[in-house]
């Protein structure tokens, strides 16, 4: 039999560096540091692809997301902080997929369309949970949003915990 | 169809701990930004916790682009998979069960796909057809769910097969020692009587016929005397195969293993055999046991084909049974004719078989070795093996047993040097 690779897919890498490269640029624009500390987990889950390892991946995508509450941290606006958040999310979601589509099925096989499905639904909910905790921000701006937001945490942490 | 209990993949492991890192870190600098990033995270979290892998009710539907190719043709294997079941499979992961025998050459036979319910999938792949009768293994379908946090595998039976007959080509003519039967054939004997090839001169004596007076001796002499010739007769061969586990070897993934090669080798001889007029039989020395008595004709020729395909004696791989060697030899003596000969094909891996060859002909059974090499000199552990198996060809050879020592080359090949060695 022909040997197959298992190494991640090509699309899988290309969409995890796409929103790697996102978060990245989200957070520079609003602080170096958080620019830097992001870029770092750029390469380090850059790294984890070429070895297809899911332990670097992991890192590089913490690292990214450390970035992301750096800038949080510093005060930048809320949209801001969740775009890059969410991008960090995402490709480390992308590029662990990758990975596991690449153990099993390996690198020439045909595996765009479940990957496909995967990226989008993972976008999907991504951005329903970030248009909803924005629209509460938005919507209590006038009286007390840190209250709301944080009470809408609460309630979602409860509403997770229910459903288990 | 056989389920698995779902299994947790981790895919989504750690995105609580981004939940309580923002959250913990949001507390006390009161950074609204830092609780909605808490928020992305919770919201993964029960993402990944919403929904079970599905129990995917998959048909799969293979079609070979031929079924009974010939060997070392390409095969285009077409696969179909429906999705049956009622749940929508946002991820399926497809691995196909290629029969070990067969390899892909091009392709994989793998797929990546979402299937909702009633839609079909089609992947294809092209192996290439190798002797014996090939079965698909279930194909694997790993199923997941939508956000990749719970995988369940199922394995979906549907059976296909593909036979592959091997052509029996006589190649070239298989050299014979001299063990015959009565009947006249091309094996020249040291019998005096009526042929080709000059034996001796002898006395006339009244009642032999006219045609073989030697007259240009009675011209000069004056005395009549007769020319004998070397008798021609067929011979009977038993062609033993040896397929015990110790003649599975090969020098690396890709070239087929001794036995592969012998069974080639045998069809060849056989059909070589077969045709001047021998009568031909074929035997296996192994667990699994295959007798066929030497015969002549078409149909014999038919039945050793389909027997040389798919005997499970004769399988690519080697087979579980457990193997009783002196038992195996003893009945394959009783079923040997008193006049034939053997022509055995083993590799010659280990001593043991080196001991059957002299016993069969030392029990009167004039052997010939034809011996697949399946040795290489890249590693000092392989370079001994082919020194030992030099040493035991050599002692069969100084038993006075042909040995064909059977390298990269094709067989007619070395089979027209043995000739002219064996004639000088």
């Keep these: 039999m022909t040997e197959i690779t298992r190494e991640p897919s090509r699309f899988g890498i290309a969409v995890a560096a796409g929103f790697a490269l996102l978060s990245v640029a989200t957070t520079a624009v609003v602080a170096t540091a958080g620019g830097a500390i992001s870029g770092l987990g750029l390469v380090v889950l850059l790294a984890g692809l070429a070895v297809a390892s899911r332990r670097l991946i992991t890192n590089g995508g913490g690292i990214l997301l450390l970035g992301a509450l750096y800038v949080g941290y510093t005060g930048a606006p809320p949209l801001l902080v969740l775009v890059g958040a969410l991008t960090g999310v995402l490709a480390w979601d992308a590029a662990s997929n990758a990975v596991s589509v690449g153990e099993q099925l390996g690198k020439e096989t045909d595996t765009m369309r479940g990957e496909v499905v995967h990226v989008v639904s993972s976008v999907l909910v991504g951005s329903l949970a970030v248009a909803v905790g924005y629209a509460v921000y938005l919507a209590a701006a006038g009286g007390q949003p840190i209250a709301s937001v944080f009470l809408l945490v609460v309630g979602a942490v409860a509403l997770v915990n229910a459903l288990r | ?424």
Excluded at chain 2, 85 to 108: F, H, K, M, N, Q
Excluded at chain 2, 314 to 329: G, Q, R
């Design chain 2, 1 to 424: 169809m056989s389920y698995v209990d779902a299994v947790d993949t981790e895919h989504w492991a750690g995105i609580g701990a981004l939940a309580f890192a923002a959250f913990a870190l949001g507390l006390p600098f009161q950074r609204p930004g830092l609780f909605l990033v808490a928020l992305v995270g919770v919201g993964f979290a029960a993402y990944a916790r919403f929904g079970d892998a599905p129990a995917a009710d998959l048909t799969v539907d293979r079609d070979l682009s031929e079924t009974s190719p010939a060997p070392d043709s390409e095969v285009t294997v077409t696969v179909t998979v429906e999705n049956t079941g009622s749940a929508t499979l946002p991820d399926l992961r497809l691995i196909d069960g290629v029969p070990p025998g067969l390899s892909v050459t091009e392709g994989t036979a793998r797929l990546g796909t979402a299937l909702r319910p009633g839609k079909r999938a089609t992947f294809s792949y092209t192996v290439t057809a190798t002797r014996g009768s090939h079965e698909w293994e279930p194909l694997t379908a790993v199923v997941r769910n939508a956000s990749g946090s719970r995988e369940r595998t199922v394995e979906v039976d549907s059976g296909t097969t593909l036979r592959c007959l091997p052509t029996l080509e006589a190649s070239s003519d298989l050299p014979l020692r001299g063990l015959t039967t009565p009947y006249s054939g091309r094996v020249a004997t040291d019998v005096a009587g009526s042929g080709l090839e000059f034996h001796s001169t002898r006395e006339y004596r009244r009642g032999d016929p006219l045609s073989r007076v030697d007259w240009n001796r009675y011209a000069r002499s004056g005395e009549l005397s007769t020319v004998s010739f070397r008798e021609e007769r067929a011979a009977t061969v038993v062609l033993l195969i040896d397929s015990r586990e110790a003649a599975y070897r090969a020098p690396d993934e890709e070239t087929p293993n001794a036995v592969e090669r012998s069974v080639d080798a045998a069809g060849e001889a056989f059909s070589a055999l077969l045709s001047t007029g021998d009568r031909v039989g074929i035997a296996s020395y192994g667990p699994e046991a295959c007798w066929l008595a030497p015969a002549t004709g078409e149909r014999h020729r038919a039945t050793a084909r389909r027997l040389l395909a798919d005997h499970p004696a004769f399988s690519v791989s080697p087979s579980e049974e457990p193997f009783y060697p002196s038992i195996a030899l003893r009945r394959l003596r009783r079923r040997l004719p008193a006049d034939a000969q053997i022509v055995l094909f083993s590799p010659v891996t280990d001593d043991y078989i080196a001991t059957v060859a002299e016993r069969l002909d030392a029990y009167g059974h004039q052997l010939t070795l034809i011996s697949p090499d399946p040795t290489v000199d890249d590693a000092a552990p392989h370079r001994l093996a082919r020194l030992e198996r030099d040493t035991r060809l050599r002692r069969l050879r100084s038993h006075g047993i042909r040995v064909i020592d059977w390298g990269e080359r094709p067989l007619a090949v070395e089979l027209a040097r043995a000739t002219r060695r064996w004639s000088r």
